[in-house]
């Protein structure tokens, strides 16, 4: 029986449907969230070294998963549009032709990381046991990128028709059972299975996100939207295809762009030592934790502004855009304080390592202050993408994360002499720098697409 997840957003007070769309959307990134943060855990109960190798190895991972990432947001923003030009019709093909699409990209891209990753991996880290650990990893971690990428693509349909609900169902279930996965995978049954150590942890996700895979596609072919598909909507169409990569391709390559970025600090890293890799490691997770209330925020803009954008409802989008900085700004006043006084006590149930504790807090201090500024960027991105423009956060974000992180790094240490801190400067000044840029490139393009940003006058 088809399911009426049909919300119509372009009706209704903006406020609940920030609520309806917010609150499941953080919620699912928190126990995302969460579970990498079991992950981090249990390597620590390893070693310093095991949870270098989980930092480098993921974000190697993480240069793949890109594609799902961009696949969800241009599903997402198209099905959005087409809900709000009430074009049945054209949404559902486009969502069976972006599942399509997933299955391909994910067999292209198994082949390309098997052969590519442990060429990213080498040159992030120095020979030794964090490498080998990190190698390891990523070659199991392979074998979850179906999970990821389809049941991404999958939550990007979902979101245009208001549904946040089922990916944090999803998220909660596979964060609980990573609690039972991980030591069980790692250590064994005493006396029945010796376990398979580090590697263990990469086999737990392997088999909790195939079954978020199974349960998100199971929500989208009970859409009413997919009632009547047939097979041969699922046939590669040129010209879906080419809507669906015009509008990943920029966001994909974005991610690609802050991957890159990561790896960037990772080598300006490794030269103060695995401390500092771990270090980062963990705060990034830490970090991931209080922005997921401006993440779910600033996700649910993209269909909220998407199906407002596809109605000409130019008001309303305006309105959207107002109400997600004002909660933004709202929450980042709590979220301050704690990263700027609470890095330390933050980092302790990760490490006990002194060392780990003080590199990793000084990280968090600099991210207070960049905390709002992160939540206009998202919510700048969601923007551009509803408004069919993500080429836009691509040259953004090569500026921020390319262009900006590495040369403001080499300015602070090479030129400056910074120890760590030259690099949490740097990315600070190519966030804050990238920030400007974002606030004229959005009101420009808002200009040609609606008139602008500021409310009309009547």
Known sequence: MALAMNDDLTTGPMLTHYRNLAIPAALGMLFSTLYNVVDVYFAGKLSTEAQAGLAIGYQAFFIMMAVGFGLSSALSALVSNAKGEKNTKAGRSLAAQGLGFGVIATALLMVGGWFAGPHLIALVSEPGSYRDAALGYFRVLILALPGFLLAYGGNGIL???????????????????????????????????????FNGIAVATVISQTGVMAFILSRVFNLNMMDRVRRAEFVPDPDCYKAIVEQMLPATTALVVMFVSGFVVQFALKSFGEDAIAAYGVALRIEQILLLPVLGMTSALLPIAGQNFGAKEYDRVRDAVFVCWKLGFALSMIAMPLLWFGGAWAMRPFTSDSDVIAIGASYLLVDGFLFPIYMMLFSINSLLQAMKRPIYTLWISIYRQGFGVAFFIWVFIALLGFDVWGVWLGIGVAVSTGWVIALVVAAKVADRQMGGLRPQKA
């Open 159 to 197: 979101q245009a028709h208001g549904d946040t609900r089922s990916m944090q169902r999803a998220m909660m279930i596979a964060f609980f059972a990573n609690i039972g996965l991980n030591p069980l995978m790692m250590f064994g049954v005493p006396g029945i299975w010796g376990g398979m150590g």
